[in-house]
Structures are given as structure tokens and as C-alpha cells.
């Protein structure tokens, strides 16, 4: 890596959590992923599973009634509530999924009364992610708006993937100005916002090539944007950063919700190092830390993709990143616990 990345690792380093015996349980995160549904499973789970893998102590996902059946049968560590609702796919499919038509509650389809069911757990929670295994169906996506809404008041740091991205390009004051949210565009969800918000495909002059994402986050009112690519550019339109540790050559499908996990987990431990969980020397700002979460979740899930990429070459799969969550992190911080010259 280089010397420019290393000095952030340091900082990042900061950041997490010594195992220590006096800490109770949800102390070191709790973190819930809004998606999945009838056609995505895989996702939420993915995404959930890369957060507790990392060192979330708790980790929720609140989807759909048919994705909760699946998704309970993938892992018994995940925390699973059946309370999202879709639109019936069909004639033939009954609203709200499991509830027949004639007897259909408004809670199976009216947006606000489904989110005045999700909404309670926000107290319960640190982090939210919002989008893998969304989908574009209208009651899901009304529902989730209102419950950023909700999270915002609560000023709780939210991270944006997949579908829930759609959303911000239909409305961008969704999020605007509020600097606990994180979005994590691909290349093609890169270009839909960049399109809403009227940010030109043309480079800078000078070739920067941090400077579209800078002006996206701006253009966003300094929420935290990471453009996924070759190298990973994080911006929040002040501070930039480029993470350039190697990643894997594969680009199979939901490698990206284990960044959205591995980022809430650092945006977890983030809020409790500024909570005074534990004792530290010198104590950073919030607005330095945030970007710094930001980035250790994208080394993270770069190290994964190039240790699972080392393994499994052209057959490589997202669970297989799942799996080496934990080896890429004493890859990168090491031991933590036994540097205590830190606190």
C-alpha cells in the first residue's frame, strides 16, 4: 500500500473498539439492513453478515415476509423482522405477500403505516443501511423514504446502496445536507445521480479524477459519497480520499453489500469512540472521522475481494468474500487488542 494510505490506516486504526472485559453486549454495534425482498436474498444478507462478520456486536436485517423465511435459513446469528411489504407482483399474488386481498390491512399497504412498525427499532439501533435487496417496487421504496426521514431526526448515520440510490435521484433533498449519510455508488448508480443532480461526465482540466465525486457530494450538501471503481473515491466536497489497495479481478454480484456492512460497522464503532466507550490519548474531530470510516470499510472489503480473488480466480462469488472478512481485517489493523499504547 502507500505511505499516504497507510498514515489513514493508522487513523482509522483509532477508531476501533478494544475487546474489553467491561463492555456489554451491543455496545461494539447494532446494525440494521432495510431490503430484501421476494426476488433479493441475497443481498441484505451479504450485507448484514460482512458487518457482524467484521465485529458488530448486533446485526438486524428488516425485510419482506417471503425474504425473512429465506434469509432466516442462511445464518441463526442474524436478527430477522418480516415488518417491509411489496406490491403484489402479479394478479395472481396476494397484497402484501402473505394476506389475502379481501382481508388485506392497510398496514399491508400504506407505506406510513408499514414504517410506523420499523420506525420504534431505530432507538434499538446505531447504523442503518438501506437498499441491498430493495428493489424498485413503489410501496417498498415510499416506505423506506420514510423512514430516512425518520432516522434523520434521530440523527442516525445511514448508509445508501443499490435501489435505495433510485430514490435519492428522484429526490435528492431526501438526503441533502445531512452529513451522516454515506452513499456507494457503482459506475452505472454513479451516473444516474451524477445525471439528476446535473454534474457533467467531462473531467476537470487538469485531469482530476476525484473531481466528479466531489462535486456530486457537494452538489449533496457534504453528505459522504464513495465512488466505487479501480480505486475507491470518497468525498464528502472538503476532504477527499482515495483508497488504493489492490481488489480482486472478478466483479460478481454483491460484493458491494460487503462494503455497505463493513462500512456501518466502522460508522458504529465511530460513534461510540466519540461516545468515550474507551479511553484514547488524543481524540479526533467527527468531521475527520467519518471519512475515516468510510474508508476502513472500503479497505476491508477490498482485502476481502483480493484474498477471495487469490482463492477462487474466475469462480468467484460474494459469500466468498463473507468469509474472509475477518482475515483481511488482521491483514490490514493487525492485533488490536494487543497495541494498548493507543488508549
Same mark, same amino acid.
Given at each position: 500500500?502507500?505511505?499516504?494510505?497507510?498514515?489513514?490506516?493508522?487513523?482509522?486504526?483509532?477508531?476501533?473498539?478494544?475487546?474489553?472485559?467491561?463492555?456489554?453486549?451491543?455496545?461494539?454495534?447494532?446494525?440494521?439492513?432495510?431490503?430484501?425482498?421476494?426476488?433479493?436474498?441475497?443481498?441484505?444478507?451479504?450485507?448484514?453478515?460482512?458487518?457482524?462478520?467484521?465485529? +458488530?456486536?448486533?446485526?438486524?436485517?428488516?425485510?419482506?415476509?417471503?425474504?425473512?423465511?429465506?434469509?432466516?435459513?442462511?445464518? $441463526?446469528?442474524?436478527?430477522?423482522?418480516?415488518?417491509?411489504?411489496?406490491?403484489?407482483?402479479?394478479?395472481?399474488?396476494?397484497?402484501?405477500?402473505?394476506?389475502?386481498?379481501?382481508?388485506?390491512?392497510?398496514? !399491508?399497504? !400504506?407505506?406510513?403505516?408499514?414504517?410506523?412498525?420499523?420506525?420504534?427499532?431505530?432507538?434499538?439501533?446505531?447504523?442503518?443501511?438501506?437498499? $441491498?435487496?430493495?428493489?424498485?417496487?413503489?410501496?417498498?421504496?415510499?416506505?423506506?423514504?420514510?423512514?430516512?426521514?425518520?432516522?434523520?431526526?434521530?440523527?442516525?448515520?445511514?448508509?445508501?446502496?443499490?435501489?435505495?440510490?433510485?430514490?435519492? +435521484?428522484?429526490?435528492?433533498?431526501?438526503?441533502?445536507?445531512?452529513?451522516?449519510?454515506?452513499?456507494?455508488?457503482?459506475?452505472?448508480?454513479?451516473?444516474?445521480?451524477?445525471?439528476a443532480l446535473n454534474i457533467e461526465k467531462e473531467v476537470a482540466k487538469e485531469g482530476k479524477e476525484t473531481d466528479r465525486v466531489e462535486r456530486l457530494a457537494r452538489e449533496l450538501g457534504g453528505v459522504m459519497v464513495l465512488q466505487k471503481g479501480g480505486k475507491d473515491h470518497l468525498s464528502n466536497g472538503t476532504v477527499t480520499y482515495s483508497v488504493d489497495l489492490e481488489g480482486g479481478k472478478k466483479r460478481s454480484g454483491g460484493q458491494g453489500d460487503t462494503l455497505t456492512g463493513s462500512i456501518a460497522t466502522f460508522l458504529g464503532w465511530r460513534k461510540a469512540y466519540h461516545e468515550g466507550l474507551w479511553d484514547v490519548k488524543h481524540k479526533m474531530?467527527?468531521?475527520?472521522?467519518?471519512?475515516?470510516?468510510?474508508?476502513?470499510?472500503?479497505?476491508?472489503?477490498?482485502?476481502?475481494?483480493?484474498?477471495?480473488?487469490?482463492?477462487?480466480?474466475?469462480?468467484?462469488?460474494?459469500?466468498?468474500?463473507? !468469509?474472509?472478512?475477518?482475515?483481511?481485517?488482521?491483514?490490514?489493523?493487525?492485533?488490536?487488542?494487543?497495541?494498548?499504547?493507543?488508549?
Amino acid at each position: 500500500m502507500s505511505s499516504a494510505t497507510k498514515e489513514i490506516l493508522g487513523r482509522v486504526r483509532q477508531l476501533i473498539p478494544p475487546m474489553l472485559e467491561r463492555f456489554h453486549k451491543g455496545q461494539m454495534g447494532r446494525v440494521a439492513v432495510i431490503g430484501g425482498s421476494e426476488d433479493y436474498t441475497g443481498a441484505p444478507y451479504f450485507s448484514a453478515m460482512a458487518s457482524a462478520r467484521l465485529g +458488530c456486536d448486533l446485526s438486524h436485517v428488516i425485510c419482506t415476509p417471503t425474504a425473512a423465511t429465506v434469509i432466516k435459513t442462511y445464518s $441463526p446469528n442474524l436478527m430477522v423482522h418480516p415488518l417491509m411489504r411489496s406490491l403484489p407482483s402479479s394478479p395472481a399474488k396476494p397484497a402484501g405477500e402473505d394476506s389475502d386481498p379481501s382481508t388485506a390491512s392497510k398496514y !399491508d399497504t !400504506d407505506p406510513s403505516e408499514i414504517a410506523s412498525r420499523i420506525i420504534p427499532l431505530l432507538s434499538r439501533l446505531h447504523v442503518l443501511v438501506i437498499g $441491498p435487496g430493495l428493489g424498485r417496487d413503489p410501496l417498498m421504496q415510499k416506505t423506506v423514504a420514510l423512514v430516512i426521514q425518520a432516522a434523520k431526526k434521530q440523527n442516525m448515520p445511514m448508509v445508501l446502496d443499490a435501489d435505495a440510490l433510485l430514490l435519492i +435521484c428522484n429526490d435528492p433533498d431526501l438526503v441533502r445536507g445531512y452529513q451522516e449519510a454515506v452513499l456507494t455508488p457503482n459506475v452505472v448508480e454513479f451516473e444516474r445521480l451524477a445525471k439528476a443532480l446535473n454534474i457533467e461526465k467531462e473531467v476537470a482540466k487538469e485531469g482530476k479524477e476525484t473531481d466528479r465525486v466531489e462535486r456530486l457530494a457537494r452538489e449533496l450538501g457534504g453528505v459522504m459519497v464513495l465512488q466505487k471503481g479501480g480505486k475507491d473515491h470518497l468525498s464528502n466536497g472538503t476532504v477527499t480520499y482515495s483508497v488504493d489497495l489492490e481488489g480482486g479481478k472478478k466483479r460478481s454480484g454483491g460484493q458491494g453489500d460487503t462494503l455497505t456492512g463493513s462500512i456501518a460497522t466502522f460508522l458504529g464503532w465511530r460513534k461510540a469512540y466519540h461516545e468515550g466507550l474507551w479511553d484514547v490519548k488524543h481524540k479526533m474531530k467527527e468531521e475527520e472521522t467519518a471519512g475515516l470510516a468510510v474508508f476502513g470499510g472500503s479497505a476491508i472489503t477490498r482485502e476481502c475481494s483480493r484474498l477471495a480473488f487469490a482463492k477462487r480466480g474466475r469462480s468467484l462469488q460474494a459469500s466468498d468474500l463473507t !468469509d474472509e472478512v475477518h482475515t483481511a481485517f488482521l491483514n490490514i489493523f493487525g492485533e488490536v487488542d494487543e497495541d494498548v499504547s493507543r488508549l
